[in-house]
């Protein structure tokens, strides 16, 4: 084994692994808390585990194992349910409830840390904030390396690491067997009491987990970026899908990622860009972790900035083409079958919409341009009967079943006749024969 | 558990109390007081607007505008650490933190609590990188800068004062000045629009002001902890009104009062850092109210409650007492039997028959009770009341024959006689009186 692959092994391979446990399993429970408008949740428990912890550190006096777990759970259990009675008592929102109780149960953990400090107990402040994943290294000697599946070198894995696995392993099992119920107690809450199983008892559930995760992972990423872990890979993923099953794939891969590409940067990238040392791996990984939301948020296919713009662009172009077929229709009812540019812009409110629309429809073949301005083609006449007649059955359905008075009915239907789904056909034929509201008559046809 | 400071003597306490500790001690008390002032009143606002977490969010985004502005001053030549210099920093990357909350919240895929959670931690995740930067590129030097992480009140000087009283002062003012349009802005923003309120601009102030005592706060009591300034004394005021103005003031109040006790108690007993004990006591006064608070309070709900289930439990052993010794014809029900026609357990039946006993309603003998005059009076006007809403609802609302029995359970408590007057009329013009009404003339002292 030449040097550079022992360094890694001794200094890079444990915190890698961390990273990548306390991303993944945050990710999981991140996904819930996301789905259930909880995400400052997150944000208040894993500040308000802090007491938890310093007072089982305190009593059991070690500072691995369950004492810390426990101690956690329950100070998370106690955050939620705080919570809930500031919020019923003082009828403030949730959030302003969690804004009282997550400070004053920080302060109390931090004053129970000064405490501590003053018996020589170790229990670093900015570990708590910010994590110190670079001191997990694992410290093998060079007989060791040659076997590093031998007990004795297993046994020098630093206990935070196998804590953040079986933190994954809970949840991963959670996430796995109770996906059922924490699907439906997400979107339903009402729903998921009536078929038998607690909402209250799963959002309680749900606490417990934000605390074991946000204590595995407290050495990892400290206790305010764990947020980063819990949120970002999820919302990442719900800006890609809207599917559960599909979100909470993606955001396990985002995850990995996240801890793989931020430990990456953060301690081989540093150094490559000039700075001396690297940088601190748990900010690294909120970084990279917002960096990817932000381009999830911008080039997502489905909810990204980029797309919905074109799609709108896309809509606007359909809807002024269709403006202009049907303003060319109206014209030719009247018996003005060309129309004059100027005149076309003022009905279209815009020479540049009324141009680009003359030109694709050009192009389209459903208009055509003349000597003295634009006319339909038969195609066009066609295209123009079923928007005027979805007009126009509209205008009559508002009058007739919506009781708006005639008067009222243009704008709506102006609106209502790019939406042309079925809809629009099912409307049944005015009472007053073959006329809309205004007396216009109603084209035949399929709009 | 014992105090670092072993028992401190009481004259030390008196002299924190009453600002002769010293000058530092003095300096601290003061300028965590007009902090809680200001954090009590801008509070109150942010969370009338619903803005309580978004303080969270800003404090967390000002680190990386305090470790960029450290960086760009120290390139620069001049000190890093100058207050001048980063609170400006801080203010400045603080807004742009709560500006691109509102742009991923415009996205429409991100709700707000997810932006506000995702722009706290990556924007503090940014911070932690520059300040390792830092760390790494001049040693020792960044010393100054955690200190925002936790605040460090004890080192606050006369300026820093100087700032927070100015702050506050400004808060007050401005607050002062809008106060009207900022209350219908929070209440009703529609008709406040339509009243010709600059909703927007209102919305811009007021989130200055949230900015303003955030960036202060965060020297004080550090960036975790700031956002315990504006919310726990609105909150705790809350408790105790449903008014405005007295709200405001009872928030300036506690905060006041939390600032003034957490500096106190920092400066008597040694090692215990300011910050949090000043959160720790907003924390205490907030404890107090939800227990003591006589509307909101724990206490005062837990009375309110026995006591409507006490009057409901009274008003049915009346009315089963009335019924039982109208259909047997003798005044005297047994105990026994008045437990099972009104389904409740044969202690509680006898408790509230030894109740009304003493309050002279009932006369108790041998496991058996009957009414008196008094209490029969009660008991008429009871079941008057239970049978007219009984036959309202059969009548007016439709309700089944067999349901009506435990809805007029519940209204015939509330039943004023006002309401029973109406009923009366309602059910009189439709023919509808019940068969066996019972007459009910007021005797002297027959209960209300």
């Known amino acids: 084994m030449n040097d550079t692959l022992a360094t ?95 400070p004053v149960m920080f302060a109390a953990g931090v004053v129970l ?94 606490a417990v987990l934000v605390a074991v995760v946000t204590v595995a992972s407290f050495k990892a990423v400290g206790s305010i970026l764990v947020v980063a872990m819990l949120v970002c890979p999820a919302a990442t993923a719900r800006l890609i899908t809207d599917r559960l099953e599909v979100q909470l794939w993606l955001s396990v891969v985002v995850s990995i990622v996240t801890a793989g590409g931020a430990y990456a940067l953060g301690a081989f990238g540093a150094p490559a860009v000039g700075l001396p040392g690297s940088v601190n791996i748990a900010g690294s990984m909120a970084l990279f972790a917002g960096a990817l939301l932000a381009v999830a948020a911008v080039a997502s296919p489905t909810h990204g900035v980029l797309a919905r713009h074109a799609r709108r662009r896309a809509l606007a172009t359909r809807v002024s083409e269709e403006d202009l077929v049907g303003t060319l229709y109206r014209a030719e009812e009247l018996g003005t079958p060309v129309l004059a540019m100027d005149t076309l812009a003022q009905l279209m409110g815009g020479t540049d919409r009324a141009t680009g629309a003359v030109r694709r429809a050009v192009a389209a073949g459903i208009a055509a341009r003349e000597a003295r301005g634009v006319t339909l083609t038969d195609a066009g006449r066609e295209f123009g009967a079923g928007i005027i007649r979805t007009h126009r059955l509209w205008e009559t359905y508002l009058v007739e079943r919506a009781g708006l008075r005639a008067d009222h009915v243009h704008d709506p239907a102006e609106v209502l006749e790019h939406a042309r789904t079925e809809a629009g056909d099912r409307i049944d034929p005015p009472s007053t024969g073959p006329l809309d509201p205004h007396g216009h008559p109603i084209p035949d046809g399929s709009p | 558990m014992t105090l670092p400071a072993p028992n401190p003597a009481w004259a030390d306490l008196l002299d924190a109390l009453t600002l002769q500790r010293g000058y530092t001690a003095t300096v601290v008390t003061l300028g965590t007081t007009a902090l809680g002032i200001a954090g009590g009143i801008v509070g109150t606002f942010a969370l009338l607007r619903k803005r309580a977490l978004m303080a969270d969010t800003l404090a967390h985004a000002s680190l990386p505008g305090v470790a960029g502005a450290f960086m760009i001053a120290t390139a620069l030549g001049a000190s890093g650490k100058s207050l001048a210099v980063l609170l400006p920093g801080a203010a400045i990357s603080g807004v742009l933190g709560v500006l691109l909350v509102h742009m991923l919240t415009r996205t429409g895929r991100i709700r707000p609590d997810a932006a506000m959670a995702v722009v706290l931690s990556v924007t503090f995740g940014l911070g932690v990188v520059l300040l390792s930067v830092i760390q790494k590129s001049s040693s020792g030097q960044q010393a100054g800068l955690s200190t925002f992480i936790y605040g460090q009140t ?35 923003r529609s008709h406040a629009r339509v009243s010709g309120i600059p909703v927007g601009g209102i919305d811009l102030t007021l989130m200055a002001l949230v900015v303003l005592v955030t960036v202060v706060a965060l020297q004080a009591v550090g960036l975790v902890l700031a956002v315990a300034i504006l919310v726990i004394p609105p909150v705790t005021a809350r408790l105790w009104t449903n008014r405005l103005r007295r709200m405001l003031a009872l928030s300036a109040l506690f905060g006041a009062l939390g600032g003034y006790t957490g500096a106190v108690a920092s400066a008597v007993f040694e090692r215990l850092p300011a910050g949090s004990v000043i959160v720790l006591a907003s924390g205490g006064l907030l404890a107090i109210s939800l227990i003591a608070a006589p509307n909101r309070g724990v206490v005062g709900a837990a009375w309110r409650s026995a006591r409507l289930r006490h009057g409901m439990a009274r008003d049915h052993a009346l009315r089963a007492l009335y019924e039982l010794a109208d259909r047997s014809g003798g005044p005297w029900v047994s105990i026994h039997e008045l437990a099972e026609h009104r389904g409740a357990s044969p202690r509680s039946t006898r408790w509230i028959t030894r109740v009304l006993s003493l309050t002279g309603y009932v006369q108790r003998n041998a496991g058996r009770a009957r009414l008196t005059p008094r209490g029969e009076a009660d008991a008429k006007r009871i079941t008057r009341n239970h ?39 309602a059910l009189a013009d439709r023919g509808a009186l019940p068969d066996r009404l019972p007459d009910h003339t007021e005797l002297e002292g027959a209960g209300a």
């Open chain 2, 387 to 425: 049978r007219l809403w009984e036959q309202y609802l059969l009548t007016f609302a439709d309700v089944a024959p067999t349901h009506v029995d435990v809805s007029a359970d519940h209204a015939e408590h509330a039943l004023g006689t006002d309401i029973v007057a109406h009923l009366e009329r």
């Open chain 2, 154 to 188: 004890a080192a606050m000087s006369r300026t820093d004062v100087l700032v927070i009283a100015c702050a506050a002062a400004v808060a007050a003012v401005v607050i002062g000045l809008i106060l009207k349009e900022l209350t219908y802005a929070s209440f009703d």
């Open chain 1, 8 to 102: 890694f092994v001794r200094v890079d391979l444990v915190p890698l692994f961390a990273a990548g446990a306390a991303a993944l399993s945050c990710a999981l429970v991140g996904n819930f808390l996301v789905l259930r408008r909880e995400s400052m949740l997150g944000d208040a428990i894993s500040h308000a585990v802090l007491p938890g912890i310093v007072a089982a550190f305190l009593v059991a006096d070690t500072r691995a194992g369950w004492p810390m777990f426990v101690g956690a759970a329950a100070a998370g259990i106690i955050a939620v349910l705080l919570v809930e009675l500031v919020r019923r008592l003082g009828r403030v929102e949730s959030g302003a409830a969690m804004g009282v109780v997550f």
């Open chain 1, 113 to 206: 840390m000064e405490r501590a400090a003053a018996r020589h107990v170790d229990l670093d402040a900015s570990c708590v904030l910010y994590g110190q994943l670079e001191t997990l290294t694992w410290d093998l000697t060079p007989d060791m390396l040659r076997a590093p599946l031998s007990s004795e070198a297993l046994g020098r894995v630093p206990i935070e690491f196998w804590m953040l696995l079986g933190s994954l392993a809970l949840v991963s099992a959670v996430v796995v067997l109770g996906f059922k119920e924490l699907r439906v107690a997400s979107f339903d809450p009402q729903l998921a009491t009536s078929l038998g199983f607690s909402s209250r008892l799963i959002s309680h559930a749900l």
